[in-house]
């Protein structure tokens, strides 16, 4: 009697059937088990590891990814708001098309646009080449482009995260009242001043989530610093795995896991003391800034930030690709790898949809402490990154169920506890317009609160489900690291093949692959735009 009771007060008297609880709480543990596993084996590591590593190798690993990570987070920041600015708050020529064509780059994978530029500017590639055989210019200085370096890393990252910040700013221009802007005209004030006394306050928090994607994404980034030979942590953790040192993998998982933390504690904070609002009758509208003489600079601008982020990786590859099929390098063993993918893939967007129905609906329908926590257990995977990810994965399946290590399945859950809040996200917009006054309809009828989500909330919220599943499936595709470390010996997909030729430079078989990623990836950015 004293359990039931408390378990009333816990769901503040709205408890969930049996069943729906059971499944939500073992798959939000089920997800969360690899990543505190990684933290719990490295609290065992004992303290002359740490401190060895703390003295030798961290305060490195610390430099070098968070001056990565702040020069990256500042470059896109910049680049983001001035492109979002120009295409929503000017006359630039041709800005309808153009918000759709700086969306493009979000799409190819860093590690894609590094095998590009090596391409192009690396040793022996296509640059390289042009340079040496020009001999006064090789008499007078020596090849300047060094892709290899710690310049070479902010270029590839800057040039392919910077729609994040793109997209949310223009999506929070469009909604900011133009009223705000007249008043300051008619006060005397210049544009330049208006951006900063004006806009810039109610553009800080769309500012900050960009900010925060972008850094995330640079911290957790594998395979493009990997292709580019520069060691951040990410990828002193997959070295030390491939070299069997997982003490000193799940150590540097820990530090990095802290820093995922810290930034999301000081996004928080950034957010939460700096809020604005305005009213939705000042939603009025106003005539473009003119550029004038400026026009001909900004639409440069643009076609640059164009040309170096779509067109010149996509010529690359083309041109690459072109010399694969001509050759006939690409055979039997292309579709292989085709297949592969999208079983491993497919696999992963079906789990995900199944596992994220029950949670979205406890969440919606149940709000409690325990689905709170639920919801933050299925969450604790998106901000990290592959490597710990597939790390926590082989420690305790290794250990705890080895009948099922180096199996395709591991793969597909390394994938699901990564993006299944793409999921999440995507159902819960949706089932939020679903009345509950249906369910309570439904279980009048005698239907159990699991048949009621089958039969009632699924259909109705199937299409913003299927949605987030293609966001998994094509997440899926992309990713590197955790692919690269629990793949089953011999099984190949689209994104290992990729580095494995890259990293022998046989660019005419890597070509193919990366533009089939590309493809794939454009087919979910109309929902993207759509979104933002």
Do not use: C
Request: aromatic share 14%.
């Amino acid at each position: 009697m004293l359990v039931k009771k408390w378990w009333l007060q816990l769901w503040r008297g709205n408890s969930p059937g049996l069943t729906l609880f059971s499944i939500s709480f073992i798959s939000a543990l089920l997800l969360s088990i690899p990543v505190f596993y990684v933290i719990i084996r490295s609290l065992s590591a004992g303290g002359d590891r740490w401190l060895r590593l703390l003295d030798e190798r961290i305060p490195d690993l610390l430099l070098r990814t968070l001056s990565l990570t702040f020069m990256v987070t500042i470059t896109t920041v910049i680049i983001g708001v001035l492109a979002a600015w120009l295409i929503e708050r000017t006359d630039l020529p041709l800005k309808g098309y153009w918000r759709w064509l700086l969306a493009i780059p979000l799409v190819i994978p860093p590690y894609i646009g590094a095998l590009a530029y090596i391409i192009v500017f690396g040793p022996r590639g296509f640059l390289w080449r042009l340079w040496r055989d020009n001999e006064w210019l090789a008499a007078i200085m020596d090849y300047p482009f060094d892709i290899y370096s710690f310049w070479g890393v902010w270029l590839i990252l800057s040039l392919f995260t910077f729609p994040y910040v793109f997209l949310i700013v223009s999506s929070s221009l469009r909604k900011i009242s133009r009223s705000y802007e007249e008043v300051a005209r008619s006060q005397g004030i210049s544009s330049f001043a208006i951006f900063f006394k004006v806009y810039l306050p109610f553009l800080r928090p769309a500012i900050g989530a960009g900010a925060l994607l972008v850094s995330l994404y640079v911290i957790t980034d594998f395979g493009a610093i990997a292709m580019l030979r520069y060691l951040t942590f990410t990828s002193a953790i997959y070295y030390n795995i491939s070299s069997y040192d997982n003490v000193s993998a799940t150590v540097l998982s820990t530090v990095l896991f802290a820093i995922t933390l810290l930034l999301l504690w000081f996004h928080s904070r950034f957010t939460k003391s700096r809020k604005y609002h305005q009213s939705s009758k000042g939603l009025v509208m106003a005539e473009d800034l003119t550029l004038g003489k400026w026009k001909g600079i900004a639409t440069a601008f643009v076609v640059f930030l164009f040309t170096l982020s779509v067109v010149l990786p996509i010529i690359v590859l083309i041109y690459w690709s072109y010399i694969g099929f001509s050759t006939g390098a690409v055979d039997h063993s292309f579709i292989e790898y085709t297949v592969n993918t999208f079983q491993v893939a497919g696999m992963a967007a079906l789990i995900s949809m199944i596992i994220a129905l029950p949670i979205m609906y406890l969440k919606s329908r149940h709000p409690s402490m325990m689905s709170t926590a639920i919801d933050r257990l299925a969450y604790s995977g998106y901000a990290l990154p592959g490597v710990i990810v597939a790390l926590g994965i082989i420690f305790f399946f290794n250990q705890y169920i080895p009948s099922l290590y180096n199996t395709v399945l591991l793969v597909a859950l390394a994938f699901v506890i990564r993006f299944l809040p793409q999921v999440l996200q995507s159902g819960e917009a949706s089932l939020s317009l679903v009345s509950p006054k249906l369910d309570e309809a439904a279980r009048s009828l005698g239907l159990r609160p699991w048949k009621v989500v089958l039969r009632v909330i699924l259909p109705s919220i199937f299409p913003s489900l299927l949605a987030g599943g293609a966001l998994v499936f094509v997440s899926s595709i992309k990713e590197l690291p955790a692919t690269l470390l629990l793949r089953p010996p011999g099984f190949e997909t689209i994104a290992t093949r990729i580095w494995v030729e890259t990293r022998e430079d046989v660019y005419y078989l890597a070509a193919p692959l990366a533009l089939l990623i590309i493809v794939i990836s454009i087919l979910p950015l109309k929902y993207l735009l759509k979104k933002y």
